[in-house]
């Protein structure tokens, strides 16, 4: 859409060709339906929130920025509102407002819409662009082609990476297709589990997010810990969630983007090697919590320890670290060591669980990997292959972590391509 608008402000006839039954059905499930627009961030920081190539976009984040798409959506009556991690949305939190702003500007630019218009081929001659040939065969002529098709990832919206296929029947190499933003998956071997789960009922990473299936921890702090160098490989503050097959939610999700990148890491995984440690009171430093809990043991001294965690964490929580700690639910608070005390000290501040591996790029929300951008000019989006040939969005191989730079990346190359 973006792509087709900043081709016909620069006195194109544009037609805009799209599969499926409706326009920007992608877009309509990012930031969970809310639409995470951009980030309020500098567009230099953008690079740095961009793992996968990100410096092949500074061109395309001169010609638009951040600034530029609030602009464009404010002058179609989307106000906007930013929250936290510089997230941008639109204030009425529906990301149906922010496709319909993108209509309304297509519309204003007189761009003709075909929906459900699959395109099987580009037509090339003389390694010159002359065109498409649609599924049923019908041609259409043009002097320029941008393909902006989107990767792999949630393909029921119409992404099933035929992008792809049309660039390297094109004469373009595709790199190693991915998915990143993706949730983790958890050790279910207990031959490589850490102490403190495999002697826990829990036995396996797995049993234990399974047991916290659907809780969602704000605020806390995640390590990613290469176990076989003692390194640790990324690390982050937010949100998370435990899910039936190990862990999601924002600042795991951005982690797989690190992860995916990092050496040998299939083999890691499969060994065991790398741990997720999540410090549940990062607020707190172990002394400061030490001496929390001291309080509550002194104020609650006949109480069963599981009646009295309940200040300190959410209830379903409280079994895993009580089951963790190795102690009865039913001990009472008096009758707890010192010892004790400061191994809950030690779980709270470092819940450890042993990743296993990334679910599949059908729950991812990006695709890393794509059209390889040295055969593409960074300044024009023009491929180099084939003349009057674009390119814009995910199909390129650039991706980034979550916080709408992904979204951004899809603006500023699109209308890059469509200004060129």
């Known amino acids: ?104 500007e ?38 320029k082609v941008i393909i902006a098709t989107g990767g792999k990832s949630y393909p029921l919206t119409g992404s099933t990476g035929d992008g792809y296929k049309m660039a390297k029947e094109l004469g373009h190499t595709i790199t ?8 983790i998956t958890v050790s279910n071997n207990k031959k490589i589990e850490r102490q403190t789960i495999s002697k ?21 702090a995640i390590e990613i810990i290469d176990d076989s160098k003692n390194k640790k490989i990324y690390e982050d503050f937010g949100e998370m969630l ?15 983007s690190h992860l995916l990148r990092y050496k040998n890491i299939e083999e890691l995984l499969i060994d065991g090697r790398i741990l997720l440690k999540i ?26 320890i599981k009646n009295i965690l309940n200040e300190l964490l959410p209830q379903k929580l409280i079994m895993p670290v009580i089951n963790l700690l190795g102690i009865n639910e039913n001990k009472k608070v008096n009758s707890i060591t010192k010892e004790e005390r400061l191994e809950l000290v030690k779980i709270l501040k ?29 300044k024009t989006m023009e491929s180099k292959i084939v003349q009057g040939l674009y390119f814009a969005g995910e199909l390129i191989d650039v991706d980034a972590y979550t916080g709408g730079f992904n979204l951004q990346i899809a603006y500023s190359t699109g209308y890059t391509a469509g200004i060129n």
């Open 242 to 256: 435990f899910t039936h097959f190990g862990v999601s939610g924002p600042i795991i999700l951005s982690a797989s």
């Open 106 to 143: 297509l519309k204003k630019n007189n761009i003709k819409i075909i929906l459900n218009a699959k395109v099987n081929r580009v037509i090339v001659e003389d390694v010159k662009v002359i065109g498409v040939e649609l599924e049923n065969k019908e041609k259409i002529e043009a002097q």
């Open 200 to 220: 826990s009922e829990y036995e396996t990473s797995l049993n234990l997010c399974k047991s916290m299936q659907g809780l969602s921890l704000r605020n806390v």
């Open 279 to 304: 410090d549940l009171k990062p607020a707190l430093s172990q002394e400061k919590l030490n001496a929390r809990i001291l309080r509550d043991f002194e104020a609650n001294k006949n109480k069963e």
């Open 350 to 378: 470092n819940f450890t669980i042993t990743l296993s591996g990334f679910r599949g790029i059908e729950e991812a929300i990006v695709t890393a990997g794509g059209i390889k951008i040295k055969e593409i000019n960074p």
């Open 1 to 104: 859409m973006m792509a087709a608008i900043s081709a016909a402000k620069s006195g194109n006839e544009v037609t805009l060709l799209e599969k499926n039954n409706m326009l920007g059905k992608k877009l309509l499930i990012t930031g969970k339906g809310r639409c995470n627009i951009t980030s309020s961030l500098e567009m230099d920081e953008f690079i740095k929130n961009i793992p996968g190539n990100g410096r092949f976009l500074y061109s395309s984040f001169e010609n638009f920025t951040n600034k530029d798409i609030i602009k464009m959506l404010q002058e179609n009556g989307v106000k906007v509102k930013e929250e936290r991690g510089n997230r941008i949305f639109p204030i009425s939190d529906k990301s149906i407002d922010v496709r319909n702003a993108f209509e309304k």
């Open 176 to 183: 190693e297709i991915k998915p990143s933003l993706v949730p």
